[in-house]
């Protein structure tokens, strides 16, 4: 909707072969977090399910929701770092249903 608040946040992606199941590992620096994904797509889909729920807790407890930071340098051959948006209202109605 119009006036939802909307955040992006930085993450590194690095994938790691080694982990049959869950070869993307997904970093976090705002929430200093980590999560996990099957490939690319499915690790984005989880930094955004990581942040909305972050999200959520923080506004309930009455805190305001970290700073996102610059980018953060690449420092591996098998990193990606990008920047995910994430509809927090949205999420919330979502999680909500």
Known sequence: ??????????VVLTHDN??????????IPAFEGYTQG????????????????SAMDLRE???AL?????LPNKTQDDQ????????VDGYQRQQDK
């Open 18 to 27: 080694a982990d049959g199941d869950y070869p993307y590992e997904v970093y």
């Open 38 to 53: 099957r490939n690319m797509a499915n690790a984005i889909l989880m930094a955004r399910e990581f942040i909305g729920l």
């Open 66 to 70: 970290p700073h996102p930071g610059a």
């Open 1 to 10: 909707m119009a006036n939802d608040l909307t955040v992006s946040y930085p």
């Open 61 to 63: 407890d009455g805190k």
């Open 80 to 87: 990606t770092v990008m920047l995910v948006e994430v509809n």
